[in-house]
């Protein structure tokens, strides 16, 4: 008997592949689609993993499928950068089982570094995308992606975006259905794509999306909504709701399949609406289309290309006001900094003082570009820290990098790291690599990674070790410190960037939210000997404060790390008991 609840985006997404039979799913974790895996690990019928990164993820599934059972990877958008390899070439074998990629968009850029719309890729890709606009759609879209899958012998990626993630609405719960395996039957000319088969697999391609456009008219995740016809939209996911909040009355096309598009549909919905907006955030993807046929329609000259839409967006262009729920100039700012106790912190410390700039990488440690710690000076993707180095190191020579180094993450060096620094020690390199080990993948919600020991499940496993890693593949030099001992960091910071050796720092101490850490102390600062000089403001930790009557520390907030003390000349902080 079925039931209705309410659950996130994410979790409905997880509950349509339990119901839909899957069997494995593969991620590697990127906000806003985390918790997507977070939730299916909960089911004990589906085989669930943390993969390095999104290529190794997208390649389980695609194996899993291939055997014949429905298979899902989750990743965020600019994750479906590094599984685009293997994504296009899938397109081109087809599945056995159904298989689904979860892409997260981030408009906005709430925790992302561009942008980008995942359609775009679909559509090179010829890969079919839904979008589904609240948390029920969001589960049953999943079920019908395994069917379309299955159906038209593709990969299908279900998209969703940073505010249908993370917002709730009402679910219909039903029970599991225990798909048959298909059965794997060798295929060269399906499976082995060489370019005599990849010829013939590429008219496949071209047929099956032709197929499905035509067929699309009939989906049920198409809906037509006619009212007012005198003002119409085509729109699809979280923009579907916005259209209905503020113009209730409208015509809507509501689109859920959003690549390919029915021409019959749009065509059909256009001839009878005097006016027709195409609302969808980011790029204009339907709205090209749409022109490219020949249809009048309004969209990017009206709405932005940029950020998220709301209510009030579509307020402003139809009728010139927004109604705000509340004044904006009352919200305090709250900019990102690192938390009390954080080992980055620390770090940033070291490589202030020695004013040494920082190639960075995604990972909270990105904050150390921030005053006061300003050491980060480029950010670009996962891995590119090491890789960056070193082309700064080969274009401007030794010299150059003397107060450079590459700063990375456990979890993103065995993201994409890894080759970066096979590529430095194959040719050559005498640049410093700092790995910061914290034991998690921190900045996503602190999820497992192959050094940490356990899987996503809570799994005992091997923990790789890194530093025998990086010696494995050939590092010369490879040394591990307190990342909390600041004078020894400072000495061999300051030896291995005047070194002519290529060396990896890995600087550890765990993250200070991680679950079980214990802080029996604090620090206090003794107003007596206090000179109110603020050198201990210059580590930006958010418990130290300025205060008419000098510094003070939080001891709300204050995890008894230490590091202040190192940067008080007058001894005026002290550590206590808590």
């Not at 060096?413 to 993948?441: E, W």
Request: charged content about 25%; hydrophobic content about 40%.
């Amino acid at each position: 008997m079925s039931k209705k609840t309410m659950m996130l985006g994410n979790e409905a997404i997880a509950r349509g592949a339990f119901e839909a039979g899957v069997k494995l799913s593969s991620a590697y974790p990127g906000t806003p689609s985390t918790e997507i895996s977070e939730y299916l690990a909960k089911y004990e019928e589906v085989y669930t993993e943390w993969a390095p990164n999104e290529k190794v993820a997208a390649e389980v599934a695609i194996g899993a499928s291939i055997s014949g059972v429905r298979s899902m990877a989750c990743m965020k958008h600019v994750g479906l950068n590094v599984a685009a390899d293997p994504l296009y070439t899938f397109a081109y074998t087809g599945v056995g089982g159904g298989s689904v990629f979860v892409v997260a968009d981030d408009p906005g850029l709430a925790s992302s570094q561009n942008e980008q719309d995942t359609r775009m890729i679909a559509r090179a890709a010829h890969v079919p995308v839904l979008e589904p606009s609240d948390s029920g759609e969001a589960k049953e879209f999943v079920k019908f992606a395994y069917e379309l899958s299955e159906r038209y012998d593709t990969p299908v990626i279900l998209r969703t975006t940073t505010k249908l993630a993370h917002s709730q609405s009402a679910v219909e719960l039903c029970e599991r259905v225990e798909v048959e395996d298909k059965e794997y039957t060798r295929s060269p000319q399906k499976y082995v794509m060489m370019p005599a088969s990849a010829i013939g697999r590429h008219l496949v391609v071209e047929d099956r999306e032709l197929r499905m456009a035509k067929d699309a008219a009939s989906f049920p995740v198409n809906k037509v909504e006619m009212g007012d016809k005198a003002i119409g939209f085509i729109t699809c996911g979280i923009a579907y709701q916005y259209v209905k909040e503020v113009c209730p009355n409208a015509s809507i096309l509501k689109l859920g399949l959003v690549n390919p598009l029915s021409r019959e549909m749009i065509e059909d919905f256009i001839n009878q609406v005097e006016t027709v907006y195409v609302f969808e955030e980011l790029e204009p993807v339907i709205e090209e289309q749409v022109r490219a046929w020949g249809f009048e329609v309004k969209g990017k000259e009206c709405f932005t290309k940029q950020g998220e839409y709301s209510a009030n967006l579509l307020r402003r262009v139809l009728y010139g006001k927004d109604e705000a729920v509340f004044d904006k100039a009352e919200a305090p700012a709250r900019p990102p900094i690192l938390c009390p106790g954080c080992p980055h912190r620390s770090v940033f410390s070291v490589l202030n003082k020695l004013k040494i700039h920082a190639s960075g990488d995604i990972g909270c440690y990105t904050l150390g570009a921030v005053a006061p710690l300003g050491v980060i000076d480029t950010t670009i993707c996962m891995g590119a820290s090491i890789s960056a180095l070193h082309g700064m190191e080969k274009a401007k020579g030794k010299e150059y990098i003397k107060n450079w180094v590459a700063v990375i993450g456990d979890s993103t060096f065995l993201h994409t790291g890894i080759n970066s620094l096979v590529n430095m020690v194959y040719n050559k390199s005498t640049a410093t690599v700092m790995i910061l080990d914290n034991r998690t993948t921190g900045m996503t919600g602190h999820q497992e990674h192959a050094a940490t020991g356990k899987t996503l499940k809570g799994e005992d496993t091997y923990a790789i070790d890194l530093a025998a890693l990086c010696r494995a593949i050939g590092v010369p030099n490879v040394i591990e410190v307190n990342a909390f001992d600041v004078k020894e960091l400072e000495r061999i910071v300051r030896e291995s960037v005047n070194g002519d050796t290529l060396t990896v720092i890995i600087a550890k101490a765990p993250c200070a939210l991680l679950k079980g850490q214990k802080f029996p102390n604090k620090c206090v600062i003794n107003t007596e000997t206090c000179k109110k000089c603020g050198l201990c403001l210059k580590i930006g930790c958010p418990a130290i404060t300025k205060t008419a009557d000098g510094m003070r520390i939080d001891p709300t907030m204050c995890n008894g790390c230490g590091l202040c003390q190192n940067y008080c000349k007058f001894n005026a902080i002290e550590t206590v008991e808590k």
